[in-house]
């Protein structure tokens, strides 16, 4: 359901930029999508398939994910850490003063067309 | 091969919809209303703390409640023949949470001219109303008691963007292992600036203090 309601963004600005570029087809879509963005990948792939199905500009377009590694920031020891591998914990000096810096983004990085 | 062409992009598809909150939150601002986003998960009683507090405010100032939900009227009949308080019914279509622009449709539909205070009740849902912006002044959120102190750790971006937590449900504490220093504890972790008032909704107790909490922000909301 969460999945469903973020493919119907993504179609949105898609059809958006189609038009500001004057393009009728769309037949890729990058995604760049953060490790803990909540969004689970094969879902959104499943609900891109339905609802892309259904615009005539993205009939059979196809979505490709790229996933951003989610990086925390350690207010103690400035230091970076990856966050899915040691969570809210600094693995370098222990402290839980830490602040996601990337990767909980969805992003559309950019979109290919039939030339 | 067919050769294709790439056109690059670079947007968050988050992006429309804060630029449709920060737009929306000027114009209550100009109309000095002040609108509160309540969320929480479904079930931890979200339409009894609403009625409550709507009876210690109602006689101060000019209340009005949408109630957002996939289906049905069931919360906006309840808040209506128990309060009184003017409250419509928004249904979603079958989306977990509400935008910006929702909101706004949702907004027209209440008479907003001296109306203070309009309180959005969102889909009962941890996830997804966290990520999309209403255009609300304030977020607030309830966490009962059955569902376990954990909980800001398993939804730490709901609690990073909420002004003010609920713990209802306290009177059925004895029979849970929750904690409530530990619960305290982990929403200051995600989110230090967070006020965590712990209410029962069933008898009361507690919500004067988030009744009274919502006043002070109308009121320094209408003379900044």
Redesign the interface.
Known sequence: ??E???V???I???KK?AEE?G?SRV??VVMEIGEVS?IVPEYLLDCWRWAADKEPMLRGCELKIHTVPAVSWCDSCKQEFPTVAHG?ICPHCGS?TTWLLRG???????????? | MDEVKVIEIKKSIFEDNDKDADLLRKELKAKGVFLLNLMSSPGSGKTTTLIRTLNLLKDKMRVAVMEADIDSDVDAVKILRATGVPSIQLHTGGMCHLDAEMTRQGLDNVAMDGTDLVILENVGNLVCPAEFDTGAVRNAMILSVPEGDDKPLKYPLMFSICDIVLVNKIDVLPYFDFDLEKCREYVRMRNPRARVIPICARTGEGVEAFAQWLDDEVTAWKKQ
Do not use: Q, W
């Open positions: 359901m969460h469903l309601g973020i119907f963004y993504i949105r600005d898609v930029a570029n393009v037949s890729g909540t809210k839980d909980n983004g969805v992003e559309i990085k950019e979109i290919e067309v039939p030339s």
